[in-house]
């Protein structure tokens, strides 16, 4: 982790030091990647569906890795920023949170 997270993002830090999936999670995710990949729908973005799925399913899990406090700083939406389906991130720059 880059030495200065923790001074100046640390909503990051806090989020990146919490953040765990248990070998349940993870098959779970791949569980219902692969049940999506069998539906016979062409229109879905199975990666974008099963991560989407998950989070619904386990906000118990995820809402204890975000920090209690959070500063004034303007919030942003990362959703894509990581790309697993190929090594580029397709989307066309950075898009304001909630």
């Known amino acids: 982790m880059w030495s200065r997270l923790q001074t100046h993002t640390p909503e990051a830090y806090h989020l990146i030091s919490h953040l765990y999936f248990s070998t349940s999670d993870l098959e779970s995710l791949l569980m219902n990647y692969n049940r999506l990949m ?22 118990d899990l995820w809402s204890d890795w975000l920090p209690e406090v959070v500063s004034s700083k303007q919030m942003i939406y990362l959703g894509g920023l990581f790309p697993i389906d190929g090594p580029l991130w397709r989307q066309p720059g950075i898009v304001t949170g909630k």
């Open 38 to 59: 069998t539906d016979d729908s062409d229109e879905v973005d199975y990666f974008e569906e099963a991560a989407c799925n998950w989070v619904r399913d386990n906000e």
